[in-house]
Structure formats: structure tokens, C-alpha cells
């Protein structure tokens, strides 16, 4: 099966529940793509969608640092991240590190379930609009690279 894009589950344990829930309601669209998790959540969610998640390390032992890689490397498309504002974490520096990560490579990130419901929503849709990066050329419609967009910031339209 070819798959349409590369998509990062990320749970806190407060929000496992949340993200799960979610998952199984959106089951057959996310069989269309590639899912990755971490840890104890892409345990879970294989088991409960009935197909191979790949998964990483658990967030605070390396995975949420596993997730920014295949970010930078261009391999993850997009980062559904249910986190617990509410709850301190003791690898709080991770989390706003792979945060960081999607902001910079400029990959959609959706943290909630009306984010992530209404960036799913577009999925059926071209990704080559005005701002979103040509996956042929690695530039934006406004000619700019990744690399210099994230040096410098996005070039407005003429």
C-alpha cells in the first residue's frame, strides 16, 4: 500500500485516552498513511487500529528527540501531539524541543482534537498551496528553501 503522508501521534499519559479515541473514530483515514508513535502510545494505538505503527522510544527516553529527527531528515509530514499543558514534565526541554523542530521545518502540528480534526479536513486536498513547500522542488510557492526560510523567515507574496 502507498502511503500518503508520514504522520507523528505523540501523547502525553494524560492524553493517551484523548488521542486514542480520536484514532479509533479516524481509523480508516489514518490507514491511508504512515504512523508513527512513541513509546507506551504507538503501543496502544497498534493494538487498538489494527495495523503496524513504527514505533519510537517513549518521549522521555530519547523518542520525542527520535520524532524531531525524521522531522529535520523530511520523513515526518505532519506532528498530532495531544500534550498536557496542565501537568509538568520532567522532560518538559524535549517537548518544546520536537515542538521547535515542526515550527522551524514547517510541518503542521495540531495539539487537539478541533486541530488536528480541521487539518485533516485539507489532507484530501493538494499540499502545494501558497506558503507549503513543493515536495519536487524542497522550495515553498514563494521560491524560498527550508533551509533559508528557516534562517531568515518566510518571503511574503508580491
Known amino acids: 500500500m502507498l502511503h500518503d503522508k508520514n504522520i507523528a501521534l505523540v501523547a502525553h499519559d494524560n492524553k493517551k485516552g484523548d488521542l486514542v479515541e480520536w484514532a479509533q473514530y479516524n481509523r480508516d483515514l489514518l490507514a491511508h498513511h504512515k504512523v508513527y508513535a512513541t513509546g507506551a502510545t504507538g503501543e496502544i494505538l497498534e493494538r487498538e487500529l489494527g495495523f503496524k505503527i513504527m514505533k519510537f522510544q517513549s518521549g522521555p527516553l530519547g523518542g520525542d528527540q527520535q520524532i524531531g529527527t525524521k522531522i529535520v531528515a523530511d520523513e515526518i509530514n505532519f506532528l498530532i501531539f495531544f500534550w498536557d499543558p496542565l501537568e509538568p514534565m520532567p522532560h518538559d526541554p524535549d517537548v ?60 511574503p507574496p508580491a
Not at 521545518?105 to 495539539?111: D, K, V, Y
Not at 485533516?120 to 526560510?149: A, P, V
Open 96 to 155: 518544546k524541543a520536537l515542538l521547535r523542530m515542526a515550527v522551524v521545518w514547517n510541518i503542521p502540528i495540531a495539539c487537539n482534537r478541533a486541530s488536528v480534526d480541521t487539518r485533516l479536513r485539507g489532507l484530501s486536498h493538494s499540499e502545494n498551496r501558497q506558503g507549503r513547500r513543493s515536495r519536487l522542488s524542497g522550495q515553498d510557492n514563494w521560491g524560498q528553501s527550508r533551509i533559508s526560510r528557516a534562517m531568515t523567515g518566510p518571503t
